[in-house]
Nanobody, 114 residues
Framework: QVQLVESGGGLAQPGGSLRLSCAAS????????MTWYRQAPGKERELVAT????????NYADSGKDQFTISRDNAKNTVYLQMNRTKPEDTAVYYC???????WGQGTQVTVSS
């Protein structure tokens, strides 16, 4: 049974940092490219960042370039999203997945506010 468990969200100040984690189980993690998505209130879920199975390549949506860093640890079956210089518009629920392959986890809420 596939499980994706996101954590690390919370309240951040504008200009602050957060590190999100996603623990994956139930599939061969190292075989899959992984992704982070986010969904803000009243908006569709959008892709934020992707990383290849080995972690050798990453890509970012324009909204996260130069601000977010995606990484992974295949030994721990975990993918991370380092959020720097947070902005109020980063407020959303953040989800990980292998693109949209698996059932969604519960996500982790990120709120950026002073």
């Amino acid at each position: 049974q596939v499980q994706l468990v996101e954590s690390g969200g919370g309240l951040a100040q504008p200009g602050g940092s957060l590190r999100l984690s996603c623990a994956a189980s139930g599939f061969t993690f190292s075989n899959y490219g992984m992704t982070w998505y986010r969904q803000a209130p009243g908006k569709e879920r959008e892709l934020v960042a992707t990383i290849t199975p080995t972690g050798s390549k990453t890509n970012y949506a324009d909204s996260g370039k130069d601000q977010f860093t995606i990484s992974r640890d295949n030994a721990k079956n975990t993918v991370y999203l380092q959020m720097n210089r947070t902005k109020p518009e980063d407020t959303a629920v953040y989800y990980c997945n292998a693109f949209r392959t698996f059932p969604w986890g519960q996500g982790t809420q990120v709120t950026v506010s002073s």
